[in-house]
């Protein structure tokens, strides 16, 4: 179970994380939600250790995270879904997939000398770019993709590492509408196998309502509603707070 203790940053005078205690179940689905600027992705900086923490702990099945830089909360099972800067720009699709599997793998990070001698490693990656749908895109520089095929290549990496916990903050920001369906698919079918424990920053609640099991809210770094979606979304506090008329109208709708 990941769980966060009193986890709060303060920038200057600024709190914005304030003392966030929550725990995460192992097959649920979380989404968070609140305004721009109400730390939702700061708040998933310090779980993944992008940001260390003023005050406050992450613990991951007990264990204190919290000192731990990035790459080793990764290892201990913080899957944060990896961002362009961070894969191999020259490399295919496939290249970058399979690191990300050798990297889990304990296998280094070798590239030419590694290669030929695991075809396991390069049938797993290939499995995984063939879930992602870019199978036809497999040899294709990380780089020459589109912006849709880019978030699908760091959903792949992401699943390559087979983390214990995926934090995937606005997955499918800037996609098309003809691509987020593929994203959310996966997201449906990780959350299906049971095991995982996801957390998502989605602005559109349409896609909330649909895949949570839970909604937390945060507003100016607090925890202001956590719960079902349906009541959180119903609830007088995120109404007036912050989600605003655009949400009120689409509960109408939906109702
Ligand atoms: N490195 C930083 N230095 C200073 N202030 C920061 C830093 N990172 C975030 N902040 C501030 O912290 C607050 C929370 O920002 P954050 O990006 O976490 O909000 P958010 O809920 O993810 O917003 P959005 O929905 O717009 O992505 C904002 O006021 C932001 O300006």
Redesign the pocket.
């Known amino acids: 179970m990941l769980e966060t203790r009193n986890l709060t ?1 303060k ?2 005078g ?1 709190v ?2 304030d003392h966030v205690s929550c725990s995460f179940k192992p097959g649920t689905l979380t989404a ?1 939600v ?12 310090l779980i993944s250790g992008q ?1 260390r923490a003023t005050e406050g702990q992450v613990l991951l099945d007990g264990r204190d995270l919290s000192r731990l830089p990035a790459p080793l909360r990764t290892r201990a099972g913080l899957g944060r879904a990896f961002q362009l800067t961070q894969l191999f720009p020259n490399l295919s699709v496939l290249e970058n997939v399979r690191l990300a599997v050798q990297a889990r793998a304990g296998r280094g990070l070798r590239m030419l000398s590694v290669w030929l001698h695991h075809r396991d490693l390069l049938d797993e990656a290939m499995a995984i770019v063939e879930r992602v749908h870019l199978g036809d895109k497999a040899a294709a520089p990380a780089a020459s993709l589109p912006h849709g095929d880019q978030r699908k290549l760091e959903v792949a990496m992401l699943m390559a590492l087979k983390p214990l916990v995926y934090l995937f ?2 997955p499918t920001a800037g996609m098309s509408v003809d691509e987020v369906p593929v994203i959310l698919d996966l997201i449906r079918a990780l959350k299906a196998e049971g095991q995982h424990t996801i957390l998502l ?1 989605e ?1 559109k609640m349409d896609v909330v309502r649909e895949l949570a099991d839970r909604i937390i809210v ?1 507003h100016n ?1 607090q925890l202001v509603a956590d719960g079902e979606p349906a009541a959180v979304i119903a609830s007088p506090v995120v109404q007036q707070a912050y989600l605003g008329l655009a949400v009120e109208q689409d509960v109408q709708v939906a109702a």
């Open positions: 940053i920038f200057g600024h914005a994380v968070i609140g305004p721009n600027g109400a730390g939702k992705t700061t708040y998933f900086n940001l903050d606005e920053v602005h945060l770094g």
